[in-house]
């Protein structure tokens, strides 16, 4: 089975709300990440979330809006999407870094070196 499978994409109106979830199996990790891919753009860095204790890290664009968590029973991870927006439609990864964090830049795409095969999000207007 692939370490990381996200899953909970789908089409959702302006405003609405989706929960992304990513199955974590085989690895052990010390950060998740998201990363999506706008159509025609590069990956972009979303959220992360620390595997030990939970600290949570996000973009701009989406604080206050998107909130990532972990399920270490279910050895899953979120990421709840709400006020959702026609620029957040993308093609959503989930990434795991199994390296320590420390002095980590968890943005970059370069401190992932395990990715999910991704979960498409789209947004109508």
């Known amino acids: 089975q692939a370490p990381l499978v996200e899953a909970g994409g789908g089409l959702v109106q302006t405003g609405g709300s989706l929960r992304l979830s990513c199955v974590v199996s085989?690895?052990?990790?010390?950060?998740l990440g998201w990363f999506r891919r706008p159509p025609g753009k590069d990956r972009e860095y979303v959220a992360a979330?620390?595997?030990?204790?939970?600290?949570?890290y996000y973009a701009d664009s989406v604080k206050g809006r998107f909130a990532v968590s972990r399920d270490k029973v279910k050895n899953t991870v979120y990421l709840q999407m709400s006020s959702l927006k026609p620029e957040d439609t993308a093609l959503y990864y989930c990434a795991g870094r199994t390296n320590t964090i420390i002095g980590t830049n968890l943005r970059a795409t370069t401190s992932y070196g395990y990715w999910g095969q991704g979960t498409q999000v789209t947004v109508s207007s």
């Open positions: 085989g690895r052990t990790f010390s950060a």
């Open positions: 979330i620390s595997w030990s204790n939970g600290l949570q």
